[in-house]
């Protein structure tokens, strides 16, 4: 009985560390920002760069309509990848936004900045490249920093 109760601790240790590791930590400098008005409105910002998540299952009910939506939302064109998610950037409510939507699980994720520059543009790679390798993992897209 004590090495069970053992092994039930371990399993729940494992388990407990590896959720820690489902989300993509940001790079230092970012700060969590919590939003007075609603959680949805919560981002990640460097004083500069804003990273966004948001699940939209509650907007839309399929991949379309999630591409769909964004677009007109936005006001520029998504694109599919070859692994099934959808891009988009362009000039948005004031910055520039660079959006990846995963279809299957109706989320989206933004990047934006003041500025089209160099810094805005190696995020969104960074972005994609990010949310890529926590679907390959089997990981949640979300965000975290330290």
């Known amino acids: 009985m004590k090495h069970l109760f053992s ?11 590896s959720i820690s590791f489902t989300q993509i930590l940001l790079p230092k400098g970012f700060k969590y920002i919590k939003s007075n008005d609603h959680y949805r409105s919560d981002y990640f ?58 279809p299957n699980l109706l989320e989206g994720v933004m990047v934006s900045s003041p500025r089209d520059d160099i810094e ?5 790679k960074w972005l994609l490249k990010q949310v890529r ?12 920093c330290k």
């Open 7 to 17: 092994i039930i601790l371990i399993i729940i240790f494992l388990a407990c560390s």
């Open 133 to 144: 390798l926590a679907l390959k993992l089997g990981k949640s897209i979300s965000f975290y």
């Open 120 to 124: 805005f543009s190696n995020y969104s």
């Open 45 to 102: 910002t460097n004083g500069k760069i804003i990273f966004y998540y948001d699940v939209y299952g509650r907007e839309v009910s399929n991949e379309q309509e999630l591409k769909e939506y964004f677009e007109s939302m936005q006001g520029f064109e998504f694109k599919k990848t070859k692994d099934g998610l959808y891009w988009g950037s362009g000039y948005s409510k004031g910055s520039e936004r660079y959006f990846v939507l995963i």
